[in-house]
């Protein structure tokens, strides 16, 4: 066993220290140890694995020091952070998110064109904040909306380009708006992207440009090209297939339409349009098949491609994800120019070791966590496996391998059929002293004759590689995207073929477009008319719900199913790469163990994939008590409500964060076309992914307590992203544009609906839910606004809630009628603390202890309102904001009252 251990070792060194460096830092971010720790450690190891250099502990000794070395790296990155840098002042709140300030810095690229306005990367050098000037470092992304041609102008007037000083005023924030449980950060997110914060630019009175920098004229050319093409791109092309070439080709997804982007999500191929390691290895290979036409030695193929490559990442915004890809690239390349054995896993391991001394907190990011996992399923499974494929189906008599492959028959006939080439055995034959009559698969002859041998192989492979991909990814895009596509097994090929095909026809376009129109046109409606094809099959799926499926993920001790999900994947890869076909020796017990062990992964694969697609343990289990969870859905409501028995109703679903929709006009267009941007809103966002967090797949009851937007939007990305029994209104207004789109999905769906009024009882096991208003209305017409919201009166056992919706004075003064139905222990203020609610005598009337305000951070409405805040505190009830504190979650058995917030 050390023997073979050793072997590996020898074989895949930097494989072996890769992983050791990798779990030292996973090590040091879950355990408190200072950095000296890890350097006596690394140190210690270090010399004991010279002392025993030549023996067996060796390789222990050289494994613990990278381990060490890992988690020595990881404590120092995370405290060398500048004390003048910006994110370090906001963090610590000695720069307060939100505040004006003046920063100065130097413009890193062009200005990122985007629909309505451009973005600039600015490399801060000093501040001016409260009055005084300071030093400063870090990145700050701004945007500058430019909403006419005035202010286009204007800005035109400035010049600003690479390198150029400049000054401007404006708000940075960095700050986290929506504190739920399994809502991504808003501040990790921009340290991955390498910004410290961000802000609006509201004229271009407030930007001075103070002079132009000494900048590479080449780079400068690249940031001018690339901006020209976006500019081409747009102008001659719908919005639709705009927005696919300019965020598939050139890295800039501002000019994606929602529409589009849905598509490409739906069917698990959004990755497409995010220019990564697909990208970067495709363009490469385009690269190195044209350069091979001209040269055959390996280091200039490398040495062009890898020019051209890393030319193409710096004009592209040279983002992490894509200089990581590059440099993936560009090592797995030069270890094909250096042929040597096992080199793709060792190159592989080199790419880790890079990467990880480079920045080491990209592991716990699902960018570098992506990439490698696909990377290291494609040259840890998927080509070793095509190579053998290959190997049985073109093997014929030689010196070498003079017997057939040694495996079961309707492999080696399945095989040939893909890979045998008759013409070439007949080429082959002749130039050999003997003879040979092989007895190949039946089926070559025909498919040969039709010219489908190709194709057919070309299409396997790519469905074998997406295959293998898609397994080893699976839990990473569970839990990240919550997302299941068997679909994009197929759509991955289609969409790269008909996306390669669209790119190569709107270049000829573009190049045409500055010749003639005339030229141009038919090039830009075969690509129009790709961009229509590659989408078509995609939204076909997703308009009849094949294409994917959403599901949760486990938490807690249970995520501990994702990592032995790659144990038995692990085991067969090794079994794969032990295989041998050709193996003539009869089986050894060893080779019988290992067969044995095979079935066992193979079973234990079943089992693990069984536990993540159907998730039996992921929601929670009835313990017998009552939960509401009033998420942080900035200005809106949602609430959560588990009953005892483990029953779920969503009242409300928060929304209204859409960017406004833009109509454009296209010179090859009579018409002009909507634009809406991509942007995810609050049920996708932030509602559902605290459903999945909590494991759950089927909530049970949505009910919306109006049809205002802030409460009723997000209900629709419920009620497709999750199965739902039944769905609740006080009113129906078909006329009102965004209860129409929630009640089509309903529809298609064939969730009942239901009405409620004043005097409903609602029973969920030993929990009631009286409603208290609105009277009843069944009229389409009927106004379903804040006067008419749906009250609520939950009561279990000794305790009662008291829901609201944005009931105001003239609602509270009619539930002023019956007095004795609103008492209460905790009341959901109303209207997110207005004034137009809460009068002082609803509030003396509910006698509550506890007051939970939904509301943002920072209202634009200036909620809560100070004199509301008064009136409760008057009332010695105790008031927690959800902008403040996050999810605030109270939970009772029937006597006892708990109350737990995201932020302590």
Known sequence: ??????????LYPLLWLAVCFAFGILTANFLAVGWQIYLIGCLVSAFLSVIFFNQKFGLVF????????????????????????????????QIKSGDPIEIEGVLQGKPELAVGGFFLILKTKKAIYQGTEIKISGNVRLFAPIRDEQIKSEYDQLNLKHGSRIRAACNLRREDNFLNAGVISHKELLDQEQIDAVGIIKSPLLV????????????????????????????NFNVSTAGVLIASLLGNQYFLDKNTAEIFREGGTFHVLVISGLHITFIGGLTLFFIQIFTNKRLWQFI???????????????????????????????????????TLLNALGFCALILLIWRPNDIFTSSFQLTFVSVAAIVATAFPLIEKLRAIGTWSPSAEMPFPPNVSNWLRRFCETLYWRDRVWQIESKRNLWTAKLFKSPYIQWIEK???????????????????????????????????????IFLNLWVGITIGLESFAAVIAVFFAQISDTLALPFIKLTEFFNWLMLSVPQILSENDWASVRLPHYSGAMKAVYL????????????????????????????NSKSFGLRVACSSFLIFLFLIIFHPFSAP???????????????????????????????????????????????????????????????ERIVSAFLWEKGYDQIDYILATHADADHIQGLTEIARNFRVRGALFGRTPLKNAEFTKLYEILQKREVPIVKLSRGDVLRFDEAKIEVLYPEKDDSIDAISDNNNSVVLRLIYGERIFLLTGDIEKEAETELLQTPEFLQSDVVKAAHH??????????????????????????????????EVLERWKNSGAKIVTTGERGTVSISTDGKDLQLKTFLR
């Open 621 to 683: 289990t009835p313990d017998g008590r009552l939960h509401i969870d009033f998420l942080d859905v900035g200005q809106g409501d949602s609430a959560l409500i588990t009953f005892p028995n483990s029953e779920t109703l969503l009242v409300d679903g928060g929304g209204k964060i859409n960017f406004n929709k833009i109509y454009l006009q296209n010179e090859y267009e009579d018409e002009p076309e909507l634009f809406e941007p991509d942007t995810q809103n609050i049920g």
């Open 1 to 10: 066993m050390l023997k073979s251990s050793s072997a590996n070792f020898t």
């Open 304 to 342: 062009i491609a890898s020019l051209f490559l890393w030319s193409y990442s710096i004009a592209v915004g040279a983002d992490v994800p894509v200089i990581r890809a590059t440099i993936m690239f560009t090592i797995l390349l030069f270890s094909q120019v250096i042929y040597r054995s096992g």
């Open 450 to 488: 039709r010219n489908l041998q190709n194709s057919v192989r070309y299409i396997f492979e790519g469905i074998l590689v997406s295959t293998i991909m898609q397994i080893w990814l699976l839990p990473l895009l569970i839990i990240y995207f919550h997302r299941l596509s068997f679909s994009s």
């Open 564 to 591: 032995l999900y790659f144990a038995p994947i692990l085991f067969a890869t090794v079994f794969l790469n032990w295989w041998k076909p050709f193996s003539l020796s009869p089986k050894s017990k060893v080779q």
């Open 833 to 866: 603390g207005s004034r137009t609610s809460s009068t002082q005598e609803f509030i003396e009337a509910t006698h509550a202890k506890l007051v939970i305000i939904t509301v943002g951070r920072e209202s634009p409405f200036g909620h809560p309102h100070k």
């Open 62 to 93: 050289l494994s613990l020091a990278f381990i060490a070395v890992g988690g020595l790296y990881l404590s120092i990155e995370n405290n060398l952070v500048a004390p003048n840098r910006l994110k370090r002042l906001y963090d610590e709140n």
């Open 208 to 235: 001075e440009k103070l002079y132009d920098t000494k900048t590479f004229p080449p780079l400068t050319w690249i940031y001018e090209r690339r901006q020209n093409l976006i500019i081409d791109f747009w102008d």
